[in-house]
């Protein structure tokens, strides 16, 4: 069954490779690529649905501290808004350089976001995932009222140990609250053996994520 509701933007986004691939093979049909096609189709029908989560995590392939069984979905888990936020000391970042962030918490009545500030959070949720891919999507709530809680990385990898960090901003001032729903995540499996999951990586710049955000690692590649 294909995914509903908050779902439905990772899933659309599937279903468009696939309508690619067949119509490539419709107007040439001597393109071998029947496998991708099958390959698409496998990966639409097998977003975990909640049943298999709890399998996974009954197994211990699949970690959320702390866990609400009220918190999962029909194929997601919500997760939340850490207390603590952080922005960059600089306004203008260079991507060579480390680039600084200073900390501070949301207090208990809330905090306003501003457009064009770029602030970084963190998930309260401290999460394992080793056999499968993770991904963290924005709920439809937080999204109407015009929150975006990724700017590029929502995909985790196989391996990935941690606290999520967030790349927040607004589309109009919005008062935020630390314990409120910020995202799902929803899991994929994957096609082939890992020879190194991410947390064994010697040169995984954001493994063990801690509960406070994380600010980017660019400056650690070579370029």
């Known amino acids: 069954m294909p995914p509903t509701g908050d779902g ?40 975990l649905s909640d049943k298999r989560i709890l399998e996974e995590m009954e197994k211990g392939t699949i970690k959320i501290s702390p866990y609400d069984r009220n918190c999962l ?5 919500d997760v939340h808004l850490g207390k603590c936020l952080a922005t960059y000391t600089n306004h203008i970042l260079d991507a060579k350089q480390h680039n600084q962030i200073e900390y ?18 963190v998930t309260l949720e401290y999460t394992e995932t080793h056999e499968h891919v993770p991904f963290l999507e924005g709920k439809s709530s937080t999204g109407r009222l015009g929150i975006d809680i990724h700017a590029t990385a929502g995909k985790g990898d196989v391996g990935f140990c941690g606290n999520w960090t967030l790349e927040i901003s ?6 935020i ?5 910020i995202g799902q995540l929803i899991y ?8 190194i999951k991410y947390n064994q990586k010697a040169n995984a710049k ?4 801690p509960n406070r955000p994380i600010e980017s690692m660019m400056w650690k590649n070579k370029f």
């Open 177 to 181: 609250y630390h314990g409120m729903p």
């Open 188 to 195: 994929f499996p994957v096609d082939g053996e890992i020879d």
């Open 104 to 121: 501070f918490d949301i207090p208990d009545d809330g905090f306003v976001l501003y457009p064009h500030v770029f602030y970084l959070g």
């Open 8 to 47: 439905m933007i990772l899933f659309h986004f599937l279903e468009n490779q696939w309508h690619v691939v067949k119509l490539l093979k419709k107007y040439d049909r001597s393109l071998k690529i029947d496998s991708e096609i099958r390959r698409a189709e496998k990966l639409i029908s097998m977003i």
């Open 73 to 77: 979905g029909s194929n997601s888990y």
């Open 170 to 175: 607004v589309k109009q001032p919005v008062k």
């Open 206 to 209: 954001y493994s063990g994520q």
